[in-house]
């Protein structure tokens, strides 16, 4: 009865190197959401896909940030050449058709 | 756009000293609000949604209720085991909507 399943649980990374977030859904889910939660605030929404398709992805920013969710796999977070203020945690929730989201454990992510 | 405002920002009872936490919200038409509970370092963790104005969920010592512009969480007789941010969030009807959620009331619940 896995729920949510993100690695790594904490990631650190130079500035200027790629990260890469993975989670994997709930059995039997097949949407998937990204979220950004800084120390003292709230969860901010950045994207929303499905098998092979980006959905939603109004919360994230043009540059650098990209999100996958390919047929076979987990989904992937990819923040390219990070700049300090993208140390986080980063969290990923899954729905099924009635779209409640369920949450991961989440990555920390500390650019240094 | 959506909002989701709650109070108070922080919370410190005694063992055994109900009391209730508010979210208010703005959204053109509610298909769920939903409430989470998240420990430090944790994700969160899934407690209720709640659909109509009028509805009730409990859970253990927690009650959550709906009105037209806010929900409540009701806690009765809180335990240490208790303490913990708790989170509300909205989601509009139509479709795809995403969810907007507070930024949280963080519970202290003192031996």
């Known amino acids: 009865n896995a729920g949510v399943m993100q690695n790594p649980r904490h990631l650190v990374r130079r500035r200027g190197q790629e990260a890469r977030l993975r989670c994997s859904p709930m059995?039997?889910?097949?949407?998937v959401y990204w979220y950004r939660q800084l120390p003292e605030e709230g969860l901010k929404f950045m994207v929303y896909?499905?098998?092979?398709?980006?959905?939603?992805e109004s919360g994230m920013p043009k540059e650098r940030f990209s999100a996958e969710f390919p047929k076979e796999g987990p989904s992937i977070l990819r923040i390219q050449q990070v700049v300090r203020g993208d140390s986080a945690a980063y969290f990923c929730?899954?729905?099924?058709?009635?779209?409640?989201?369920?949450f991961g454990p989440g990555t920390r992510l500390l650019v240094l | 756009e959506d909002q989701v405002t709650q109070s108070p920002e922080a919370l410190r009872l005694q063992e055994g000293e109900s009391s209730s936490l508010n979210c208010s919200y703005t959204?053109?038409?509610?298909?769920?609000l939903f409430w989470y509970r998240q420990d430090p370092g944790k994700g969160p963790e899934f407690l209720f949604t709640?659909?109509?104005a009028g509805e009730e969920k409990e859970k253990e010592r927690l009650k959550a209720t709906l009105t037209k512009k806010e929900s409540f969480l009701h806690i009765t007789a809180p335990k240490p085991e208790d303490s913990a941010t708790y989170l509300c969030?909205?989601?509009?009807?139509?479709?795809?909507?995403?969810?907007?959620f507070g930024t949280g009331t963080k519970l202290q619940v003192i031996p």
């Open positions: 059995k039997g889910h097949s949407h």
């Open positions: 709640l659909y109509s």
């Open positions: 929730a899954s729905s099924g058709v009635d779209q409640t989201q369920y």
């Open positions: 896909l499905q098998k092979e398709n980006i959905i939603d």
């Open positions: 969030a909205v989601q509009a009807t139509g479709g795809y909507q995403k969810v907007t």
């Open positions: 959204v053109s038409g509610l298909r769920g």
